[in-house]
């Protein structure tokens, strides 16, 4: 499972392409950009099964809400003319707005506008799903130029009975034993906290599908975040408890800044040691706990469901100053960018699908002189590669498992790996536990 | 059990003026001194029960001593002049000094004076409990002005089959389950070292013995240091070991220094945490080890004895130059300082009160919003309060107590105590483990 | 089992003519200097039994090779002049090399030639046991001056089924549990790597044969390095693993650099806290994990093996420039060194032998006073005997054994050991646990 044959160009390319073609969908936590973006993944992802959730459906303290669509919605100022415009950005109206057709005087509009002093060119991303109101988001720029005088609102918007949506993938292995891998699909035109989670998501399905096997069954879920999640394990807690050994919750994770691990909710996994270990090669890792959480964490590792997931990021939500505004366009990821994140992804899971425990077969250090494995003379030093086999012999008892080893010794888990294959084909490491065993 | 209700100064002044009254007495670790101390006590202490324990009682490795009383003792000089007087200071006599009246030369009574070179204007407070001979304490700058001559020397005191006296007084509580607050009532005039524990010992009991419910009683003891306690404990050490859940040993509690905390002799257990986090909430938190330890914790805490007891302290015993002689007057202690170390005290038993382990009522993240504990409107930020909620919700596991959670957020127990009322009352929580299963 | 009676200069002067007689043999893991070696060894060490293993034994994965000898070796110049002779320097020849007496072009020669560019005017000390080939080690210097022509080169060695020789010690005590000291005699002229471990092992042998009684019985063995040790496990395990509590391997430890240790493969046994402690109390500690291992341990401390066995050194192997080259002569080490280097391993010992855990014999702190063991007044300040005996009284609990108390306190074990003997002498202590209990 070594990247090697994976040009970076082609998967990043491939991933920021298709973020390209996401973003323009006015998606929300329902409705038919949901849908529309399903249908496009699903192009990518031949199983994809898409799943509807009947308004009204109880999942667990909440229940699935009224399905939200938009059709348009404007602002005409006291000249009649269209100073703001759902075609020109799907960001102008609050998430969930109820429909409005009404003149205002300004003073009145301004109790429904939104926009950001601090970020005068940014039109903010806001919602109201569960309070019923509406709002228009706008620039600050614009908003300190409105005159006084009547405005006319128009939000075509409909709450109906409907149902959320969302898509999920399986991919089985050779074991029951599950990797399981959320993103969701519920903000309008947003690249980074968003669109990342979902394109490095395909490309990771994408890449998993074609490898010769598999020992965990993958399941992936694109869904609306909070009330998706929450649905999502309130329908599903038994088979995700009994199954799952690893989860991660993919966002923000196709810009160009420091990778981030967010640890579980007691961080104290193996699949922790995992992320935290990858993580902190990378040049300049970022670590985060529990208390800086924001995703569906929150729910996969609440009390009483406690999946083993962490978070992977590059530059976590509200970390950047574009986060959850217009300004998070697709210039804020990159093809290298999400080629990274999905690298970092693929680290980990070569840990979960590779680590094992395992055994010398010999007392005392093994001839590897015999083997080839060894110099041929011996003065003052002994070469790099040689050490790292003694070392992966020496902690090779029945008990350290190579990633073990490899935190022992502070080498990449690859480099632990290609040893070990090395000495179980010259029979001198026996098998001892299995993958699944080690999490 | 919040301090609101209680004005500093109030407290504070009341604690200051009964050091007053207490300073004048001739202390010593028998005899009426400690009796016209305990008889003051009792009038803020309905229920305090005065104990005498005979002489040649055994106490451990220990025997009950002789009972001291000190009548007159003054020193003239070679014109007959009163040079040292009990009257003005009772730390000129060496404490349990034997009856003496005789004429001495100068040389001769060098051999019985005590003063301290490095602190000239001192006089030295000194004790020989078991060793019979006799002394007088002076300043040095007083020796270094003694003119050769016959001294004539007079200590009128007495070594009698008596009694050692200490006050016991008990608050019951909900439980069986026993606090236990131990301070000493043996040095004469000593200000922070000696009245500051009782006065602050006092204002707590009346503190508790005003609330309206108690979980813990609260048993404290009013005794000479050293033997005191070893007679208490020799005499009750099935009881305490039964019921003392939580201990502290109270001394040097009334300046204005840093706050510190001393350990139980292994230092951990869940008091000596509470402990630490109470005074690491402080500006400049001081931390000993039993290694430092200096007072009764060596009964409390002995091997084989081991009571769960720390020392709470504001400037350690032997850490400021006052200690131990005449300098550590009224003028050491402040009600400011007093109400601090009162305040100390109490923040621990707030959480011995109200610590407990809960358990959330729903599975994933409530919803926050229709109850009205989060915002309506979603856009970058989560306030502050509502993020508290989550946290608590989110570490209430049915493991995590609610100390456990503070110390995991690093915030003053208070404020989580005050976030999950807010939640039981809204059913979104419930008790799993009361208050001493956290202990 | 004081140092006191040991002038230090009398051990290190006899420690360091035994290397002097000892350097100029021509040692290899085989052969008469071994047995040449092991004679005179024995002539200090009573009851040393000289084993001799044949050749074709297995021992695990390796198996005893043949005997090498090697009688002369020379390197004659175009001139016909000797430049190179084995009676110079044993170090001229590699190790094993193979018979030849062959007439060579310069070009030809260099590919057999050794030398160290970095240090030109050091012969580099190079083996090759299992490769069969030959060389000639020169210093870089002279192999700069080599002018083209035909060389003569002769080595008149021989490879023949002969044995591996070892000598083995028991020095019997009260207990079968055993403390294994082993040491390695395969190099030739190498005075720290090499000289300094079987003379300080010989030194401290003489002085544990000297001792009126010993708790433990003291295995020594002076053997070849790697194929030795694991020849010695592989007919010994079951005793060794049954036996041995404690193990030092001994190498490069005469110099006068820093005292070091290097942990068991774990690092977490009770021989590793001890051989920390003690390396801690020296100046410049310096520590090494198994990870910087690089002799015997290796065999010693295997998977499935797993002795309880640290080194302890002074300046590792591989960490001065002199080591295995000719550089590393009888200037390397000193009196002083190997003095120190002795007095180290022995301060471990003397922990070995003495540690035990005991209980104080009274609840609550003993009378000190009555005992003579306290001061007689008490005014500001404890003194540290005084504060010494309270704290071994108070860690005195059935389960903190002297050397944990040493360890709490900081102190050196031996005060520890000096302050229980005394409270013991009271009837203040009494034993819980011997010595191996708490190993």
């Given at each position: 499972m070594t990247q090697d044959n994976h040009s970076p160009t082609a998967e990043g390319q491939f991933m920021h392409s298709l973020a390209e073609r996401l973003f323009p969908i006015t998606r929300s936590i329902t409705g038919d950009g949901v849908r529309e973006t399903l249908g496009i993944l699903s192009q990518y992802l031949p199983g994809l099964v898409i799943h509807e959730v009947p308004s009204g459906t109880e999942a667990f303290d909440w229940t699935v809400p009224e399905e939200w669509s938009i059709r348009d919605a404007y602002v005409e100022d006291p000249n009649g003319q269209r100073i703001v415009d759902l075609r020109n950005s799907n960001l102008h109206v609050v998430s969930y707005s109820v429909p409005v057709d009404a003149v205002l005087p300004l003073d009145e509009l301004q109790k429904h506008l939104h926009s950001l002093p601090e970020q005068p060119s940014a039109i903010p991303y806001v919602t109201s799903y569960y309070n019923r109101t509406w709002g228009i988001c706008i620039t600050d720029t614009q908003r300190q130029e409105l005159v006084p005088g009547d405005y006319h609102v128009v939000i075509d918007s409909a709450l109906f009975d409907g149902h959320l949506t969302y898509g999920e993938l399986v991919l089985p292995g050779e074991s029951s034993d599950e990797v399981f891998i959320s993103t969701y699909v519920c903000h309008p035109s947003l690249a980074n906290n968003e669109l990342s989670g979902p394109v490095v998501s395909t490309a990771l399905a994408s890449w998993l599908a074609s490898q010769?096997?598999?020992h965990f069954t993958y399941r992936f879920v694109f869904i609306p975040e909070s009330i998706g999640a929450l649905t999502y394990v309130s329908q599903n807690l038994d088979h995700l408890q009994e199954h799952v050994r690893a989860g991660f919750n993919l966002?923000?994770?196709?810009?160009?800044?420091d990778y981030s691990y967010l640890a579980s909710r007691?961080?104290?996994?193996r699949l922790d040691a995992i992320g935290r270990y990858v993580v902190s090669g990378t040049e300049r890792p970022v670590f985060y706990t529990y208390l800086d959480r924001g995703s569906d964490e929150r729910t996969y590792c609440a009390p009483g469901i406690d999946l083993p997931l962490i978070s992977l990021m590059r530059t976590r939500y509200g970390n950047y100053p574009e986060y959850h505004t217009s300004l998070d366009d697709l210039s804020v990821i990159t093809p290298t960018g999400l080629q990274g994140g999905l690298d970092l992804v693929r680290d980990c899971i070569e840990v979960l699908e590779y680590d094992g425990v395992y055994r010398t077969t010999v007392l005392g250090e093994p001839q590897l002189g015999r083997r080839g494995l060894y110099h041929q003379m011996h003065s003052k030093t002994v070469e790099d590669v040689v050490l790292l086999r003694t070392h992966v012999l020496s902690y090779s008892?029945?008990?350290?498992?190579l990633f073990d080893i490899a935190q022992l010794l502070e080498r990449p888990f690859r480099e632990i790996l290609q040893v070990a294959r090395e000495l179980l084909e010259h029979g001198l490491l026996e098998p001892v536990l299995g993958r699944e065993d080690s999490l």
């Open positions: 010769p096997s598999r966002t923000c994770i196709g810009d160009e800044g007691l961080g104290n996994t008892d029945g008990d350290h498992s």
